[in-house]
């Protein structure tokens, strides 16, 4: 059984940073991306981070670019989000997910291209 777990979330002052984990287990992801979304109250679920798991190569929604970075872990299937100079508008559920989908023409950007889902993790930012 597919199992990812996220963790790190937490209440933060705007500007500064927080590090989110997600822990995947139940098979092995080496062919798959791995993807950060969020949440926000009354708001759609949105694309933040993509990497793929095979080769590292990333991509970010552009409000994210230049502040978050997202990463593999040492330890197997492990994913990180840094976040840095956070703004209250970053405050949401962030969930991560996991799926097999081509980066051909693009990377996948859609909650429908992920097939895996965390539980999420709360971050909140203050003013």
């Known amino acids: 059984q597919v199992q990812l777990v996220e963790s790190g979330g937490g209440l933060v002052l705007a500007g500064g940073s927080l590090r989110l984990s997600c822990a995947a287990s139940?098979?092995?992801?080496?062919?798959?991306?791995m993807g950060w979304f969020r949440q926000a109250p009354g708001k759609e679920r949105e694309f933040v981070a993509t990497?793929?798991?095979?080769?590292?190569?990333?991509y970010y929604a552009e409000f994210v670019k230049g502040r978050f970075t997202i990463s593999r872990g040492n330890a197997k299937n492990t994913v990180y989000l840094q976040m840095n100079s956070l703004k209250p508008e970053d405050t949401a559920v962030y969930y991560c997910a996991a799926g097999w989908s081509t980066w051909y023409p693009l990377p996948p950007r859609q909650a429908n291209e992920y097939d895996y889902w965390g539980q999420g993790t709360q971050v909140t930012v203050s003013s």
């Open positions: 139940g098979r092995t992801f080496s062919s798959y991306s």
């Open positions: 990497i793929r798991w095979s080769g590292g190569s990333t």
